[in-house]
T-cell receptor
Framework: AQSVTQLDSQVPVFEEAPVELRCNYS??????LFWYVQYPNQGLQLLLK??????LVKGINGFEAEFNKSQTSFHLRKPSVHISDTAEYFC???????????FGQGTILTVHP | DVKVTQSSRYLVKRTGEKVFLECVQD?????MFWYRQDPGLGLRLIYF???????EKGDIPEGYSVSREKKERFSLILESASTNQTSMYLC?????????????FGEGSRLTVL
């Protein structure tokens, strides 16, 4: 069985500050890891994904994430946030057939001016 | 671009009514999913389908059923809606040839049961 824990339910931050959204996972098999973003009243869109290779993954809108196998973590970072980054962010893990993803509880990022 | 379309963005139904939520994808994906999204609980898988007429229960199938008569269409059915089914419902699809699990989502259907 797999599980994903997002350690912060809400993260407030000021514009142009750095941000880190934390994600830990558990799985008995090799995994693929994802971050999705959901803007208000919209569906989820893919931000970035780790499949294999380099543990530092770059995504859209200046976000990046680092896969740490020993700590079973996949934290999302951005060095300088914008108001438009205000959204809910979901970490997800896939390690089974049929492409089933297990999602974390979500982190609401609010960027203040 | 992959497009996943959910037929209704907002629905209001009464307790006991039968509810159909429709989802269509245009990328010939084999896999389709229905998730439920609630604050603080993230996304929880209700049902998924990896082929026409095939279906598998997810983590919270109780009170729901699904139908997949055509490859591009996956319907979620609430036989007798209850207030605890008030939620955001998200449909997603993925390709069998892409075994990473990346999902493509629709805009969501927000259901209120009174």
């Amino acid at each position: 069985a797999q599980s994903v824990t997002q350690l912060d339910s809400q993260v407030p931050v000021f514009e142009e500050a750095p941000v880190e959204l934390r994600c830990n996972y558990s799985s008995s098999v090799s995994v693929y890891l994802f971050w999705y973003v959901q803007y208000p009243n919209q569906g989820l869109q893919l931000l970035l994904k780790y499949l294999s290779g380099s543990t530092l993954v770059k995504g859209i809108n200046g976000f990046e994430a680092e896969f740490n196998k020993s700590q079973t973590s996949f934290h999302l970072r951005k060095p300088s946030v914008h108001i438009s980054d205000t959204a809910e962010y979901f970490c997800a893990v896939s390690g089974t057939s049929y492409g089933k993803l297990t999602f974390g509880q979500g982190t609401i990022l609010t960027v203040h001016p | 671009d992959v497009k996943v379309t959910q037929s209704s963005r907002y629905l209001v139904k009464r307790t006991g009514e039968k509810v159909f939520l429709e989802c269509v994808q245009d990328m010939d994906h084999e896999n389709m999913f229905w998730y439920r999204q609630d604050p603080g609980l993230g996304l929880r898988l209700i049902y998924f389908s990896y082929d026409v007429k095939m279906k598998e229960k997810g983590d919270i199938p109780e009170g729901y059923s699904v139908s997949r008569e055509k490859k591009e269409r996956f319907s979620l059915i609430l036989e007798s809606a209850s207030t605890n089914q008030t939620s955001m419902y998200l449909c997603a699809s993925s390709s069998w040839t892409d075994n990473t699990g990346e999902l493509f989502f629709g805009e969501g259907s927000r259901l209120t049961v009174l």
